[in-house]
Every structure is written in structure tokens, then in C-alpha cells.
């Protein structure tokens, strides 16, 4: 029984064949530009600006913009090559399986499962947010309590303490609902949310453009100093690491485009598409990123992102500085609160994915891989997600589980890189539709900047990303290891 013992490449594939049996390919260069752009514009572009502003670098933060979108373009041709080669379900878990043996491909799903418990999270947290922005700018009613809409760790200015975040638990647990009975957004109303989400964003780029105050960019790059937010948390505000720091806080506005690389098997030319897929969308939001956070800056300060901008950001900088644009404001509300729908919905959907991966391989119960009878979803699993999800929604503040995510995925995007250089090596005359060009050197400049956003986001998220991975190391020797398939023959793959 070896930790390092690697599931067998043409298993896998076997897999890929039986699961995926029937997949066309329809897909062309711009649709792999639609998804992208559909999947990464988002909660973190809407809520992470700010706080990254706030917290890290202040109108520099269109530099952290450029830092992770560089990350995530050589993290993402990486991407390409390994779903095109391993075109099945577990995402850079199975890569690593096959590349690199069971204990790290566990220690990734593991990993995995924090990123997207805690995406979902952030992403409903700001969703509770917009919703109390809802009821009072555009419905005008009284507000959810704050004690019902925020985490025990947050008060507010006025003294007031949170007890659970109760719309962000509802918005959960509903979506989770949704995906056990396997209802899916069509492609029409999907597409419809995606034009929204951009237009929304190009709205706020052409009238935010002209209350630009040029005093709140001065200086671009603030001095190096230590903010302290109310956690009593430190930060590197401004300077170099204050710009890192911004990166990897933006850098959970990215997530997501990795969805593109998982399309390979159902494009018709992989080998010019993937890239053009993944690197345009990339281009497309990063543009759209740096201009948005570029006018955000401008109109708005940063001591306002730190005290009342904090929740709903975007809607609140409308309301107190473009006079006369109210309803953009109103409109930007409603619109946020369809496009976090579906981001949830994709995130908890990702999760459910590795959970019934992992439960095939008999590293988590095997109840993860059991399907609804009706259904035909991981509906056992599903559950469970609703339960973790929704605690760290309920309980847990939007700042610190946006930071977990992010880490959480620039360590999957480390071990994806690797994962090329190994599986070049080990495999050369794998049938590969797609190659990750200039190997090794464009997967070991991933590591790089992926390493230095890490570095960026501070001891405390190096903490919790260890702490949990000690967490999975106890469960995997604890179970995983004895109840693996791969590692027990009697055991039916």
C-alpha cells in the first residue's frame, strides 16, 4: 500500500470514455471566450476590489489586477494541456493522480473542497450584502437585522454584533436544493446573466469615467505602511507587498476561468481554441478588471471602502458620489444578485464533482459517489456540501473565507503546473490535443507568481491553509488511505 502509487493513466481514460461517452464537439474559440468571460466575472470583481483597495493597495489595485491575471494565464495553459490529455471529472485532483500518487492527490482534493466550500461562501456572503442593499435603496423597506446578516465575528459601527448570516445560509442551501433535484440554468437564461453581468460592468466604466476625483489616485502607489481591519488583523498596505497582497485578493476574481479548460473534449479544434479560449476571456476580463477598478478608485475613497462602502461596495460609491445615476445603483443590485446566483450555483456544482470523485476512489465514503435513484445526482453529497457551505456563510466573515479560496486555489494551480512538467516526463507519446508551450519554463513561471501571491496574502491565510491540510492528513492515514481502491485490490476500481 504506497501513498505515491499512481492511478493508471488508461483507467483513467477508460473513465473518460464510459462517463463521457457521447460528448460532441460544438464548441469554437468564442464560445470558450463566452464561457470564460460568463464563469469569471463574478462576487470577486463586485466585493474583492474594494476590500482589496481597503485592505492592500488602494488605487494600485489595477496593478494586483495584472499580477494575478498573469498567474492565471500560465496556471491556465497548463490547465489546457491536462484536460486535454485527461479529459474527465476531479479536475486538477485526477491530474494529480495520475502525475504525482494518491497523497497528493488527496491533499489537493482536500484542498479542493476548501476552495470551493469557501468560494461558495464568500460569494453567498456578498449575495446576503446586496440583498439588505436590495431592501433599502430599491425596495425601501427596513433592512435583515444586522445580528441575522453577519458572522459572531463582526460589529457594526454603531456597536451592533453579529450573531449568524441567515440570507447567505437561505441563498446556500436553496441552490444546493436546486442542484440534488439537477435543475440546471438553460443556456439562454445563463446567457442572458453573462450580457448582464458585462454590461453592468461597462455601464459603470463609461459613467463612472467622468467622477473620477484625481486626488483619490494620488498616490498610485501609496507608501508602504500596516493596516489593521476589524479583526485586528494587519495588512501590508501599499508599497510591493501591498500590491502582492492586492494580487492574491483580486485573484479570487479569476476563479473560474478554469472552467474553459474542462470544455477541451467538447471543442472542435483544441489545439488552436483551448488557448485562444482561455487567454481571451482572460484578456476580455482583465481589461474590463483594471478599467472598473480604475473608476472604483477614482470615484471613491479608500477610507470609504474601509467603513461605509464595505457591503456592496459598487452600489454604495453610485449612490454617494455619481449624483443623478441612483438608478444605476438600483439596477447594478438586482443584476448582482442574479449573476451571484449562478456563481454559486457553478461553485457548489464544482464541489459536488470532486466529492463524487473522490468518493469513487474510496478516499472519501463511498456515499459521495452514490447517485439519487430518481435524480441521478451525488445528492448524499450535495448534502453535505449544504452543511459545510452553509456554516462558513452563517458564521464566518466574507474577508477571510474570499482569502481562503483564493489560497486555497493558487496551491491547486502550483500543483497543476507541476503536474505538466511530471506527466511530460512519465508519459511522453500521451496523445495530448493540446501542448502547454516553452515546458518547463511557462509552468515554473506559474509556480513563481502563484508562490508570491501566496506570499502576499500573509501568515494568517499560510495558517488556515495549513491548518486545514493538516486536517485532511489525519483523515486520509486516519481513512482514505485504508479504504482506497487504488491501494486495496480487493477493492473494485
Known amino acids: 500500500m504506497s501513498i505515491w502509487k499512481k492511478k493508471p493513466l488508461h483507467l483513467l481514460l477508460a473513465e473518460a470514455t464510459e462517463s463521457e461517452k457521447g460528448l460532441k464537439r460544438t464548441l469554437t474559440a468564442w464560445s470558450l471566450v463566452a464561457l470564460g468571460i460568463g464563469a469569471i466575472i463574478g462576487a470577486g ?163 463612472g469615467w467622468h467622477f473620477i476625483n484625481p486626488a483619490n489616485h494620488t498616490p498610485y502607489i501609496p507608501p508602504a505602511s500596516t493596516y489593521t481591519d476589524d479583526q485586528g488583523i494587519g495588512h501590508h498596505f501599499g508599497g510591493i507587498m501591498g500590491i502582492l497582497g492586492a494580487a492574491g485578493t483580486v485573484f479570487f476574481a479569476f476563479i473560474g476561468f478554469d472552467a474553459v479548460s474542462t470544455a477541451a473534449q467538447e471543442t472542435k479544434n483544441p489545439k488552436r481554441d483551448m488557448p485562444i479560449g482561455i487567454l481571451g476571456s482572460l484578456a476580455v476580463c482583465t481589461v474590463l478588471y483594471i478599467l472598473f477598478a480604475h473608476v472604483l478608485t477614482g470615484v471613491a475613497t479608500v477610507e ?43 461553485m457548489l456544482l464544482g464541489q459536488s464533482r470532486v466529492f463524487y470523485a473522490m468518493g469513487k476512489d474510496g478516499l472519501l465514503p463511498k456515499a459521495f459517489g452514490d447517485l439519487h435513484p430518481k435524480y441521478k445526482t451525488p445528492y448524499k453529497a450535495n448534502l453535505v456540501i449544504l452543511l459545510i457551505v452553509g456554516a462558513f456563510a452563517a458564521f464566518i466573515p466574507g474577508d477571510i473565507v474570499g482569502d481562503m479560496t483564493s489560497i486555497g486555489t493558487l496551491f491547486a494551480f502550483i500543483l497543476v503546473c507541476i503536474s505538466v512538467i511530471v506527466l511530460r516526463k512519465t508519459e511522453p507519446d500521451l496523445k495530448r490535443e493540446f501542448k502547454t508551450p516553452f515546458v518547463p519554463l511557462v509552468p515554473i513561471l ?15 491565510n499560510w495558517l488556515r491553509l495549513i491548518g486545514w491540510l493538516a486536517l485532511g492528513l489525519i483523515v486520509y492515514f486516519g481513512y482514505s488511505k485504508k479504504n482506497s481502491k487504488l491501494n486495496n485490490p480487493d477493492k473494485e476500481l
Open 304 to 346: 470609504d471602502f474601509r467603513t461605509g462602502g464595505k457591503e456592496a461596495s459598487v452600489a454604495f460609491a453610485i449612490n454617494k458620489y455619481m449624483i443623478g445615476y441612483e438608478w444605476l445603483a438600483q439596477f447594478v443590485t438586482i443584476a448582482i444578485l442574479a449573476g451571484f446566483s449562478s456563481v454559486i450555483l457553478v
Open 446 to 460: 506559474g509556480i513563481i507568481v502563484c508562490l508570491a501571491m501566496i506570499f502576499g496574502l500573509g501568515w494568517t
Open 45 to 207: 470583481l463586485f466585493v474583492r476590489t474594494a476590500t482589496a483597495a481597503a485592505q492592500n493597495a488602494g488605487p494600485s489595485v489595477t496593478i494586483g489586477f495584472i499580477v494575478a491575471a498573469i498567474g492565471c494565464a500560465l496556471a491556465g495553459l497548463c490547465y489546457a494541456e491536462l484536460s486535454s490529455s485527461i479529459p474527465i471529472s476531479g479536475s486538477a485532483y485526477t491530474y494529480t493522480y495520475a502525475t504525482m500518487g494518491e497523497l497528493l492527490a488527496w491533499i489537493i482534493g482536500w484542498d479542493l473542497i476548501l476552495e470551493y466550500a469557501v468560494g461558495a461562501a464568500t460569494v453567498g456572503i456578498a449575495w446576503s450584502e446586496y440583498l439588505n442593499n436590495l431592501l433599502v435603496n430599491v425596495v425601501h423597506t427596513s433592512p435583515i437585522p444586522y445580528s441575522l446578516s453577519h458572522s459572531p465575528f463582526q460589529t457594526s459601527a454603531l456597536g451592533e454584533h453579529g450573531m449568524i448570516n441567515l440570507p447567505a445560509f437561505f441563498i446556500v442551501a436553496i441552490i444546493s436544493l436546486l442542484l440534488i433535484k439537477g435543475t440546471q440554468e438553460s443556456a439562454f437564461v445563463n446567457g442572458l446573466i453573462v450580457i448582464t453581468k458585462v454590461a453592468i460592468v461597462i455601464l459603470i466604466i463609461g459613467f
